[in-house]
T-cell receptor, first 110, second 115 residues
Framework: GQNIDQPTEMTATEGAIVQINCTYQTSGFNGLFWYQQHAGEAPTFLSYNVLDGLEEKGRFSSFLSRSKGYSYLLLKELQMKDSASYLCAALYNQGGKLIFGQGTELSVKP | DSGVTQTPKHLITATGQRVTLRCSPRSGDLSVYWYQQSLDQGLQFLIQYYNGEERAKGNILERFSAQQFPDLHSELNLSSLELGDSALYFC??????????????FGPGTRLTVL
């Protein structure tokens, strides 16, 4: 199988930093996506990592280690509007088939 | 706004019926993907089309079928509907980057309720 594992839920405080981890199976792996999804809405694209290392995009950064089958999404200066589900998705075999994790429900508290 | 459109936004129907969901990809994207998202489940990949041809298949039931037309819009047909088919159905589209599928952008979804 191509299981994607990420924590079910996390809680953090407004203004803080939170790291959401994701592990995936490496066989046939091509790239790692992170999406944000508010309840009942469409997933929106946050980041795409193909190579090892950290990609920074404003308050959000994403890290990938291909050899370890590991990624994380880092959210800085948390805002209340960041409360959402964060989906980790792995691309396999170049064809476009994305395998999604169950999502991490992040609650940002004042 | 992702540029991907889906109709209808909501659909309520009865068990045993058949429905058709429609998706128009972003301008220039040749690939279309369909996903199902139930309350207690993550996004489940159903099927992918590329320029009119089926490219990849996920856990799509035999009661479900899809196609992509020459103008690149796609339809997902769900038949003999069961209560368990109630879910959000998302369409996504992507282009190619150096021959590899690029970022998928999602439409707003169709919420299907089977009574």
């Amino acid at each position: 199988g191509q299981n994607i594992d990420q924590p079910t839920e996390m809680t953090a405080t407004e203004g803080a930093i939170v790291q959401i981890n994701c592990t995936y199976q490496t066989s046939g792996f091509n790239g790692l996506f992170w999406y944000q999804q508010h309840a009942g809405e469409a997933p929106t694209f946050l980041s795409y990592n193909v190579l090892d290392g950290l990609e920074e995009k404003g308050r959000f950064s994403s890290f990938l280690s291909r050899s370890k089958g590991y990624s994380y999404l880092l959210l800085k200066e948390l805002q209340m509007k960041d409360s959402a589900s964060y989906l980790c998705a792995a691309l396999y075999n170049q064809g476009g088939k994305l395998i999604f994790g169950q999502g991490t429900e992040l609650s940002v508290k004042p | 706004d992702s540029g991907v459109t889906q109709t209808p936004k909501h659909l309520i129907t009865a068990t045993g019926q058949r429905v058709t969901l429609r998706c128009s990809p972003r301008s220039g994207d040749l690939s279309v993907y369909w996903y199902q998202q139930s309350l207690d489940q993550g996004l489940q990949f159903l099927i992918q089309y590329y320029n009119g041809e089926e490219r990849a298949k996920g856990n799509i039931l035999e009661r479900f079928s899809a196609q992509q037309f020459p103008d690149l819009h796609s339809e997902l047909n769900l038949s003999s509907l069961e209560l368990g088919d109630s879910a959000l159905y998302f369409c996504a589209s992507s282009g190619l980057l150096a021959g590899v599928a690029d970022t998928q952008y999602f439409g707003p979804g169709t919420r299907l309720t089977v009574l």
